[in-house]
């Protein structure tokens, strides 16, 4: 691990006693210009699409209207096979891009209410056509953001949202994710629930963070088909970094016995994985297939209007000059500049306070699943999420991501972030 020329400063030892004390909420914490990032929170949805092509892929795989039954199946699990590639291949751009563009992991601007980050992926390919991305954050306090992504030509769209929270321990920040994404492929008539891993942020004391993965995530798909993916840091599986394990099996039950698993993939998330069928660990070695390499396609960058052309909500535009301020480490104007943004904020909750008026989301809608079960038409209307989740046997509730039923984490609310595609479809101000 490379040793940051910061570690020894005092800006840096204060830093990690701060964060020795500190109360859960990682964005209240005052961290050195070095490790702060320009970048708002709001804009990781994008890492969702770095690879537009994976992401459509499943709907490329239909079955014709004269298929067997046995091609029909062999098709569906090809597609949760590329369901899984298109996550793994996620990855990457989700954990490691900081590093890559900036030497290490940053602490990311912590958006305000309302911030939204908007934009497009465009290709040459007429097959794939645009994707688009809608990201807002929904929640100040604590931090939640929601997103949604929509191919319309291939009739591909993942919602979700995210929330963080951290504990801490001696030498790392453990994070739980909250929140999921919900993708549907509308051609082949299709929905998968995705479950975000816990991870932690190593390299503290070297000061220069990295992210890594820990426990499990789940992609459990519509036709019962599930990828139950293990991770691990250094050392476990293999003695390299960033490494997994992800088993597809028939359905949820199955998953009781490894040996049951249809597919094995196994490898590094940020390098090379393999593929091959049944139970046991792949490996090029034994020259199995080669299932993923994350360094053989580089990731196509959203596209975004330029600031001049940006809504005052935009988050580059609103952020502009603390971005500048951190780019050219200069503490004080960061500093005035943030709290510009923060007591502009605070005055409009207030008002907001003052005329009995709350904020109003733009984009999404906080669904609350205990009424819709209660109230709900459940059998001639299913919600995708609820038979999701029930076979998947995952909670429904307010739970880090990929709590199981009956877990101990599995109580409290049930909330979910929810697109509104009505709300996009009337939107007059924000264009993409
Ligand atoms: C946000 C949602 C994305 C995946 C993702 C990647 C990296 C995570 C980030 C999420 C949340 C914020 C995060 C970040 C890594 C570091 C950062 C946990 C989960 C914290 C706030 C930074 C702490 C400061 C250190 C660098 C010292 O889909």
Request: proline share 4%; net charge negative; hydrophobic share 35%.
């Amino acid at each position: 691990m490379a040793t940051s020329a910061y570690a020894q400063s005092s800006s840096w030892t204060s830093f990690l006693k701060s964060i020795v004390s500190f109360n859960g909420d990682l964005s209240s914490l005052t961290a050195p210009v070095f490790i702060l990032s320009p970048t708002s929170l709001s804009e990781y949805s994008q890492y969702w699409s770095e690879h537009p092509e994976l992401l459509v892929a499943a709907n490329q795989l239909k079955p014709d209207e004269n298929a067997t039954k046995d091609e029909v199946d062999v098709l569906a699990l090809k597609r949760q096979i590329a369901v899984t590639k298109w996550f793994i291949a996620t990855l990457r751009s989700q954990y490691c891009s900081r590093n890559e563009s900036m030497g290490a992991e940053k602490k990311p601007l912590n958006p305000f209410l309302g911030e939204v980050f908007v934009g497009k992926w465009e290709t040459d390919d007429e097959k794939l056509g645009e994707t688009i991305l809608l990201s807002e954050q929904v929640s100040h306090h604590p931090p939640v953001t929601a997103y949604a992504i929509a191919n319309k030509t291939n009739n591909v769209y993942l919602q979700g949202y995210n929330e963080i929270r951290s504990t801490i321990s001696t030498t790392s920040i453990n994070v739980k994710q909250y929140g999921h994404a919900l993708l549907e492929y509308r051609d082949v008539g299709e929905s998968y629930l995705i479950t975000l891993p816990p991870l932690h942020i190593e390299g503290l004391l070297a000061a220069s963070p990295f992210v890594e993965l820990e426990g499990t995530s789940y992609i459990q798909s519509s036709n019962g088909y599930i990828t139950v993916i293990e991770y691990s840091g250094r050392g476990y599986f293999s003695g390299k970094k960033n490494t997994f394990k992800a088993r597809i099996y028939k359905d949820q039950i199955s998953t009781i016995n490894k040996q049951n698993a249809l597919i094995t993939i196994s490898g590094q998330w940020s390098d090379k994985s393999y593929i091959s069928k049944g139970s046991s660990t792949p490996h090029s070695k034994n020259g199995d297939e080669l299932f993923y390499d994350a360094l053989a396609s580089e990731p196509l960058h959203l596209s975004v209007k330029p600031i001049e052309e940006q809504h005052e909500l935009e988050s580059r535009k609103a952020w502009l000059k603390v971005s500048e301020a951190i780019k050219s480490s200069d503490y004080d104007l960061i500093h005035q500049e943030k709290s510009l943004i923060e007591n502009n904020q605070r005055e409009l909750r207030k008002k907001e306070k003052d005329a009995g008026i709350k904020w109003e989301t733009r984009w999404f809608d906080l669904k609350d699943y205990e009424d819709w079960i209660n109230e709900g038409d459940n059998e001639s209307n299913p919600d995708i999420f609820l038979s999701l989740a029930s076979l998947s046997n995952l909670s429904i509730h307010n739970a880090p991501s990929g709590s199981l039923k009956n877990s101990k984490y599995d109580e409290g609310e049930a909330k979910h972030w929810r697109f509104n595609l009505k709300k996009w479809e009337e939107e007059s101000e924000i264009k993409i």
